[in-house]
């Protein structure tokens, strides 16, 4: 039976910069085109220019006065992230959207990013706290958005608060839920410090449900050669209609969430069919690791110190 497609609908925003990391292929390129299509200029920070550039190629031949262009950033560095931030800033330009939906999942083996964390843990959760902080000045003045990309793997699991980078015993499924609870973590207590001290920013979360992207592809640098046997299932299913979503599909709930005026800061939006992995986008309930503003006030200060970047003093 042919699916029915799910859209939205995004407002007029011209005039606006947005940045989306993990946007040089998959969902995040279909976000990024979106926003451009919608009169945003995209900002598309990458590790991998040549993947960048085709991105905008493909963009630029739906949209073809998208105004998009490349940065550079890898996520598993602290310096590149810093680098980043340091160009930005330069530039002067306010931020008005920032989407942050890069990430990495479940490498078999334990790797390390440059700085010596667990690579999902560095990427997924350290890598974008950093980036917020050094973009913070930029975010402040453009009354920003945040939306960080979170994972129906929020849902359940705990953070490893005795071994935050898996040096004794790893668990890839296990650190890739922690990553993604810091993170949401983070993003929830992004938008009460901001409503606290008056940053003028606002934070959300989304998740995209389960669909056929990139995460559990076939990465030889984190040492998985062929597509994961889950990925080919979810691939199958994503075909014929079948409870999860498509690639188009689950970038819907950041969009969401990144641009509809009747968004709610610190709120959850996904898609809302069975499990949330698939379906319309729409809020959902807090799922219970990400509820607890103490165990967040704990993410944000232990994450300050290993990136050794305080948001706060920005």
Do not use: C
Request: proline share 6%; net charge positive; hydrophobic share 40%.
């Amino acid at each position: 039976m042919p699916r029915t497609p799910i859209d939205i609908t995004i407002p007029d925003l011209s005039g606006k910069r947005a940045v989306v990391t993990g946007a040089s292929d998959g969902m995040g390129a279909g976000m990024a085109r979106r926003l451009a299509a919608a009169g945003a200029e995209v900002i598309i920070p990458v590790r991998n220019p040549a993947k960048g550039e085709a991105v905008i190629a493909r963009i630029k031949q739906s949209v073809p006065d998208a105004d998009v262009s490349l940065r550079s950033l890898e996520l598993s560095s602290l310096a590149s992230v810093a680098a980043l931030g340091d160009t930005l800033r330069a530039e002067g330009d306010p931020i008005h959207l920032l989407i942050n939906n890069a990430g990495v999942m479940t490498p078999p083996d334990r790797q390390t990013t440059t700085d010596g964390f667990e690579l999902q843990f560095g990427t997924n959760h350290l890598g974008h706290f950093a980036l917020v902080a050094n973009l913070m000045p930029l975010l402040r003045a453009g009354g920003a958005r945040v939306t960080s990309q979170v994972s129906v793997a929020a849902r359940s699991g705990r953070i490893n608060w005795d071994d935050l980078n898996w040096e004794r015993s790893y668990d890839g499924m296990r650190a890739y839920s922690q990553s993604k609870i810091a993170f949401g973590l983070f993003g929830l207590e992004l938008e009460r410090r901001s409503k606290a001290h008056g940053w003028g920013i606002t934070s959300n979360l989304s998740h995209p449900g389960v669909a056929p992207t990139n995460l559990l592809a076939a990465r030889p640098e984190l040492g998985r050669a062929r597509d994961t046997t889950g990925r080919r299932m979810i691939r199958w299913l994503a075909a014929r209609g079948i409870l999860v979503g498509t690639v188009e599909s689950a970038g819907l709930p950041a969009l969401v969430a990144a641009t509809d005026p009747r968004a709610k800061p610190g709120a959850l939006y996904s898609p809302r069919g069975f499990g949330n992995i698939g379906g319309p986008p729409a809020e959902q309930r807090m799922y219970s690791p990400l509820r607890s503003a103490d165990e967040a006030a704990r993410v944000w200060d232990v994450s300050e110190q290993l990136t050794s970047t305080a948001i706060s003093a920005a």
